[in-house]
């Protein structure tokens, strides 16, 4: 079984940066397309960015294009979601999430079939 952890989540000023991160121990990430999502209370997850297994095509929201960038490091294990240029409203917890077709990725939730636990992320002065 895939879990996925992320990390990096925290407190920062508007207009700041974060670097989340996501692991799985046992998995290679490479074999899986991987999303980041967002949730915030009372609403729908959201996607908010994709890597395409195999392509490493890019896909981003809206609300987050030219600000957010996701990104692997294969020797590591890991994927990366650099936020910059952070605002109150990108408050929230933040997830990963696997897809084990994944070529290319989507920003639907229901395309993946493994979720971490989420790191939360507050933008606030």
């Known amino acids: 079984q895939l879990q996925l952890v992320e990390s990096g989540g925290g407190l920062v000023q508007p207009g700041g940066s974060l670097r989340l991160s996501c692991t799985a121990s046992?998995?290679?990430?490479?074999?899986?397309?991987i999303g980041w999502f967002r949730q915030a209370p009372g609403k729908e997850r959201e996607g908010v960015s994709c890597?395409?297994?195999?392509?490493?095509?890019?896909y981003y929201a809206d609300f987050v294009k030219g600000r957010f960038t996701i990104s692997r490091d294969t020797a590591k294990n890991m994927v990366y979601l650099q936020m910059d240029s952070l605002k109150p409203e990108d408050t929230t917890v933040y997830f990963c999430?696997?897809?084990?077709?994944?070529?290319?990725?989507?920003?639907?939730?229901?395309?993946?079939?493994?979720w971490g636990q989420g790191t939360q992320v507050t933008v606030s002065s």
């Open positions: 890597i395409s297994r195999a392509d490493g095509r890019t």
């Open positions: 046992g998995f290679s990430l490479d074999s899986f397309a």
């Open positions: 999430a696997a897809d084990s077709y994944g070529v290319p990725c989507y920003l639907e939730r229901d395309e993946y079939e493994y």
